[in-house]
T-cell receptor, first 112, second 114 residues
Framework: AQSVTQLGSHVSVSEGALVLLRCNYS??????LFWYVQYPNQGLQLLLK????ATLVKGINGFEAEFKKSETSFHLTKPSAHMSDAAEYFCAVSDSNYQLIWGAGTKLIIKP | KAGVTQTPRYLIKTRGQQVTLSCSPISGHRSVSWYQQTPGQGLQFLFEYFSETQRNKGNFPGRFSGRQFSNSRSEMNVSTLELGDSALYLC?????????????FGPGTRLTVL
């Protein structure tokens, strides 16, 4: 069965610092991987997705993620954090039944 | 295009009651999925409908049910509400049936069971 692990329920960075949110997956088939962001009291918005094309995927709001098969990872990064990036971030893998299997989420806290 | 809409946005019910939540997908989208989000369990898949047929169901009791209409609008129903059903219920739509498709989420319905 596929699963997703997000390291760290909370990550705190200073404004302007590098953002790194970790996601590891387990999958017996080539995975399709997604990062979503959720702002308070809102639904989820797609940041980016990997669908077996380029391993470095660029998303919205300056985020990008790199698919590393050997490490079964799909970590999300942004070079310089902004206060508006404060939100909860979810990594997900799509299984063969079209379900999204979700990680537990990581709350990103931006310190001024 | 208008996004995914969910109604109502907030609901308060008491134990034992039933509730119906509605989801209108993005125009042209035929797949609608429902998720339950709670602080303790995170995001959990409820079920997915495609062209009025339930294709997949998550691990929830039979009190949770849903349906999809010919215009792709979907409803989910929870009968005999329990305190543990308090959650944010999210609906997502996608254009087709491929698991590479992006799911677009609505704002959710916040259900509180007293």
């Amino acid at each position: 069965a596929q699963s997703v692990t997000q390291l760290g329920s909370h990550v705190s960075v200073s404004e302007g610092a590098l953002v790194l949110l970790r996601c590891n997956y387990s999958s017996s088939v080539p995975p399709y991987l997604f990062w979503y962001v959720q702002y308070p009291n809102q639904g989820l918005q797609l940041l980016l997705k990997y669908t077996s094309a380029a391993t470095l995927v660029k998303g919205i709001n300056g985020f990008e993620a790199e698919f590393k098969k050997s490490e079964t990872s799909f970590h999300l990064t942004k070079p310089s954090a902004h206060m508006s990036d404060a939100a909860e971030y979810f990594c997900a893998v799509s299984d063969s039944n079209y379900q999204l299997i979700w990680g537990a989420g990581t709350k990103l806290i931006i310190k001024p | 295009k208008a996004g995914v809409t969910q109604t109502p946005r907030y609901l308060i019910k008491t134990r034992g009651q039933q509730v119906t939540l509605s989801c209108s997908p993005i125009s042209g989208h035929r797949s609608v999925s429902w998720y339950q989000q709670t602080p303790g369990q995170g995001l959990q898949f409820l079920f997915e409908y495609f062209s009025e047929t339930q294709r997949n169901k998550g691990n929830f009791p039979g009190r949770f049910s849903g349906r999809q209409f010919s215009n792709s609008r979907s409803e989910m129903n929870v009968s005999t509400l329990e305190l543990g059903d308090s959650a944010l219920y999210l609906c997502a739509s996608s254009s087709s049936a491929r698991n590479t498709d992006t799911q677009y989420f609505g704002p959710g319905t916040r259900l509180t069971v007293l």
